[in-house]
Structures are given as structure tokens and as C-alpha cells.
């Protein structure tokens, strides 16, 4: 019999998940043997779980994608399993893992107890497990934890609109293998999922257990013809826009120009060096899916 850790996250998608906590609870004492653990500031779920470890088999992130990340710090490369009920604003890893947002329908997902094992990137010395962006889409995310209360495609359409006007451009070193390149972009991603910011497909053909990241340059473009490209990262179609380079990797080095934001799966990293060493645990971490 499994013991089941459901590790709630009242922050999620700015407190409004409050909402469905009842509703989680009476789910919840549907499993014979699991208990429900509420954090109280950032860092409360990392530290159950590494304190829980042997006390349980499944590990359940209920929030949005930085819970999940948080909860799966600690069970890389063990034998313990993560479940996910998406309760935050975005949760775009869900979309790739075919994990439905529905709070019902994600618990049956819970109860099937199939588990996949998923790729995990790295970079330097922290984890992400959807994506990791330079420039562009960390700007975007940075607007999106101020505008939490709106509805969730809301939050992101007005944000990429205000990073529209507000980002820059920057330089890139790349390094991979044995080849260095330099390239000015105003937006470089590690894609390990498909969906960022809710709706926006930057890797529409990515896969989470293939063992390669997809790398996503997009270089300079005139801001007023930007509010045209995006909406072909809404019908999942990046690779029409010319300013989108595109490639696989499983690791790389960057050097990055410039004061830019970062973020890792929409949490924000604070830049305290400009070298990242990025690469990819394969099949590091068993998540219950129906992938």
C-alpha cells in the first residue's frame, strides 16, 4: 500500500487556489494512507520532503509549476515517485505530462499510479524541469508573478505585451562540444517541455524523455512586429517566424551579455554570474503520468 505526502502550495496562482482546498481534501481521504501538508513560506515543501523521504512513496506537488520543482528537488535519481494536481496559474509542465488541470480528473490520474520516468535539466546549481529562459520570456514571467489575480491566459498575454516594449537585446556565447558561437538574441530557452506562460508553444515537438533539450534563440526583431509573431507561438507554430533559430542538445554553455531576467519553470533566478553550465539528467525522476 502506497503512503501518499500531498504538499499544498496556498500561493498558488496568487492564493486563489485557496478555493479548491476543500474540495482536495475530500479527495484526498479517498486514499487509504496519506496526509496533506500546507507550506507557510518559500522552502517549507523542499524541506518536508528531504525530512519525509523514507515516509512515504508519492509525493504530491499541488500548485503551480515552481511547487512542482520544489518538490521534485529533493526525488531526483531516487526511487520515490511525484504526482502533480496543477493548481497554479500556468502550470505548463501538466501540458506536456498530459496531466489534466481539472482537479478531479488529475486525482484519477493519482489513482491509475502509472509512473514515467522524466528527463531533468540543470544548470549550474539549480534544477528545471519545463524550461529555462534567457531574456524575452523571463521578463514576461517577471510580469506575471505581479498580475496573479487576473485569469491565467490574461496574466500572460498582458505581460509578453508589456515585455514587448520593455525588453532588450543581449549577447550569447555558445558553446557546444567543440564549436563556440556568438549571437544576439532577445530571447535564448532550454525547452524540456513544450509550453511556456500557459498558452505560448515555444517547442511544440519537444519530448521529456528523449534525453535532449530544445534550444530556442529568437534574434532581434523590430518590437512593433512582435504582437504579429507571437500569436504563432499560441497556434504552435514558432518555426514559420524567421527570428527563431532552433536546435537539440544535451548540454551546453552560455555566457551571457547584459543585465537580463532568468527564469526557471516562471520562477524567477537571481543572475549573481553571467556563466551557466547547462545540461540533462536523463530519466532522473518517476512522475505519475498518463505520458
Known amino acids: 500500500m502506497k503512503r501518499y505526502a500531498f504538499l499544498y502550495n496556498p500561493a498558488a496562482q496568487g492564493g ?22 500546507h507550506s507557510q513560506s518559500i522552502g517549507d515543501i523542499a524541506h518536508f520532503v528531504d525530512q519525509n523521504l523514507e515516509e ?30 496543477p493548481l497554479g496559474t500556468g502550470n505548463d509542465l501538466c501540458k506536456t505530462l498530459n496531466i489534466p488541470v481539472k482537479l478531479k480528473q488529475s486525482i484519477s490520474v493519482l489513482k491509475r499510479e502509472d509512473a514515467v520516468s522524466i528527463d531533468v535539466g540543470q544548470c549550474n546549481d539549480f534544477i528545471f ?20 489575480h487576473l485569469h491565467p491566459f490574461l496574466t500572460y498575454a498582458i505581460s509578453a505585451l508589456k515585455a514587448v516594449f520593455n ?8 558553446r557546444k562540444a567543440e564549436t ?15 509550453v511556456e ?17 530544445n534550444v530556442v534563440l529568437v534574434k532581434p526583431v523590430s518590437k512593433w512586429l512582435i504582437p504579429v509573431l507571437l500569436p504563432l507561438f499560441l497556434f504552435k507554430k514558432p518555426q514559420l517566424i524567421p527570428h ?29 554570474r553571467n556563466e551557466f553550465s547547462i545540461s540533462l539528467n536523463a530519466n532522473a525522476l518517476r512522475v505519475i503520468c498518463p505520458l
Not at 524541469?129 to 496573479?148: E, I, M, P, V
Not at 506562460?197 to 533539450?213: E, M, Q, R, V, Y
Open 129 to 148: 524541469l519545463n524550461s529555462l529562459g534567457f531574456g524575452f520570456d523571463g521578463l514576461t514571467n517577471r510580469y506575471a508573478l505581479q498580475l496573479k
Open 167 to 174: 525588453h532588450s537585446s543581449f549577447e550569447v556565447t555558445i
Open 197 to 213: 506562460g500557459g498558452n505560448f508553444w515555444i517547442a511544440p515537438n519537444a519530448s521529456i524523455i528523449d534525453g535532449k533539450l
Open 244 to 272: 527563431v533559430k532552433s536546435s537539440e542538445v544535451e548540454e551546453l554553455s552560455l555566457n551571457i551579455a547584459g543585465d537580463i531576467d532568468i527564469h526557471a519553470d516562471g520562477e524567477m533566478i537571481e543572475k549573481n
Open 180 to 194: 563556440i558561437s556568438q549571437e544576439q538574441a532577445i530571447m535564448f530557452s532550454l525547452a524540456n517541455g513544450r
Open 56 to 85: 512515504f512513496d508519492v509525493f504530491v506537488a499541488c500548485g503551480g509549476d515552481g511547487t512542482v520543482r520544489e518538490v521534485a528537488t529533493t526525488l531526483i535519481n531516487t526511487e520515490k515517485v511525484m504526482g502533480i494536481v
Open 16 to 37: 486563489k487556489s485557496e478555493l479548491k482546498l476543500e474540495c482536495l481534501r475530500t479527495l484526498i481521504d479517498e486514499f487509504t494512507d496519506a496526509q496533506l501538508f
